[in-house]
């Protein structure tokens, strides 16, 4: 063996060890000392989150491509996501949700329809304020995005009903900037079924889904199985030759029975293809008590609000719902999302996790401490304290789902 290359080895190894040795210990850190070095990791290291539905936001809100985009280069008082808490938070590539509701699949071409128009829409965000974002479409897009300090913008399509019945479409959404496609949202469609929709209209995967999934992999499209029934999850895992995404989804053991969660056998599964599930906050995602909670606040609010004779709008109101759902606070925690994490990584390894938070997605049902794209620190801290590293704690934020990226670009790649 080259006596050169042995000797590069061994000082790499040398230097390796001594990284390790120096590393700090961050379970015997105070909380705030802990905090503090969450920010300095969050801010110096890529972040991607797998699922921001800013877009459908600002549809919401009545933005168009005709009437100004809203302005989320400052800090805006609704919502999840900005600039500013963006920065804070050390947000760097929040993927921008083309979300078709499952409505629109009864009107044919409505759905290409709408995902054209938020793709527009967030296009426009890039091009609106260019020194704050950029578009993204390969994991080098957002490294060199992230050296300028601009934040990227890549985009997932939430409902592959936007592909209609034309499995050109795939192709046709790919050069549109498209880089996964979540298969379904809330009903069956023509790719597959859906884990809301307990029709099982196609058993699985359709015959069409089957097209869709390995033209995706032909074009460079990551197939995402959030939203998927088991079924669909399974029979995409035997048909893709790359590894899949689940975008935002949390792990079922925390809440029985929701399908929308991911199983012990598809986290298993996931991770045998080499995928990458990137966890969900929501409160119904994170914490099946949450539901039950929040209802029984929002009952007793109502029926305060009808004694009382007063409306949500009436100051005496406001301020007694601030303080009655302060101290019946319904909301999971930080800690409850760390423990997602936890679950993933003991069931299969550290290098299956990522952040898929839905902000602007599940409306006012986020943890205590994870309200806004300003907090990941929040999360990172208590991961640190859990004993994870910063190379584990750069796995989740990025590195991850670049590899899986990466996978799917060098396979199109392979095809051409």
């Not at 599964?269 to 990137?278: P, Q, R, S």
């Amino acid at each position: 063996m080259n006596r050169n290359f042995i000797l590069a080895a061994l000082l790499a190894l040398t230097a390796s060890c001594s990284q390790k040795e120096n590393a700090p210990d961050y379970t015997k850190m105070s909380d705030e000392e802990r905090l503090k070095a969450a920010i300095e990791i969050a801010q110096s290291t890529i972040m991607v989150d797998g699922h921001v539905d800013l877009p459908y936001r600002m549809k919401v809100g009545r933005f168009t491509l005709q009437r100004e985009i809203l302005d989320v280069s400052v800090r805006t008082p609704d919502g999840n996501f900005d600039y500013p808490r963006s920065k804070e938070g050390g947000l760097d590539a929040p993927f921008m949700s083309i979300y078709i509701p499952a409505g629109n699949q009864a009107i044919p071409g409505a759905s290409k329809a709408l995902a054209d128009s938020l793709i527009l829409m967030t296009e426009r965000l890039a091009s609106t304020f260019p020194d704050k974002f950029a578009m993204a479409y390969s994991p080098a897009d957002i490294e060199a995005n992230f050296a300028k300090g601009l934040i990227s913008l890549p985009m997932g399509m939430e409902n592959g009903a936007g592909i209609e019945d034309d499995l050109s479409n795939v192709e046709y959404f790919y050069k549109r900037g498209i880089r996964y496609i979540t298969l379904t949202h809330g009903k069956d469609n023509l790719i597959g079924d859906a884990s809301y929709d307990t029709t099982g209209t196609n058993g699985g995967l359709s015959e069409f889904g089957e097209k869709v999934v390995a033209e995706m992999n032909r074009v460079g499209i990551m197939v995402d199985l959030s939203h998927v029934s088991d079924n669909t999850f399974r029979d995409a895992l035997a048909i893709t030759k790359v590894p899949v995404i689940a975008s935002h989804s949390s792990v079922r053991k925390f809440t029985p029975g929701f399908e929308r969660n991911m199983s012990d056998e598809l986290i298993q599964a996931m991770a045998k293809n080499g995928g990458v599930m990137m966890i969900n906050f929501g409160g119904s995602f994170i914490d099946s008590a949450y539901a039950a909670g929040s209802a029984k606040v929002r009952e007793h609010i109502v029926n305060w609000l009808a004694e009382n004779n007063l409306s949500r709008s009436d100051s005496a109101a406001q301020a007694y719902i601030q303080e009655y759902s302060e101290k019946n606070n319904p909301f999971p925690t930080v800690q409850r999302v760390a423990d997602h994490f936890d679950h993933v990584v003991n069931l299969v390894g550290i290098d299956y996790v990522g952040l898929g938070s839905d902000f602007d997605g599940v409306g006012d049902s986020l943890p205590t401490g994870l309200k806004d794209v300003s907090m990941f620190p929040n999360l990172i801290a208590e991961l640190l304290k859990r004993g994870y590293s910063r190379e584990d704690i750069e796995k989740i934020c990025y590195k991850n789902v670049f590899r899986v990226w990466k996978a799917v670009e060098d396979y199109a790649a392979s095809q051409k």
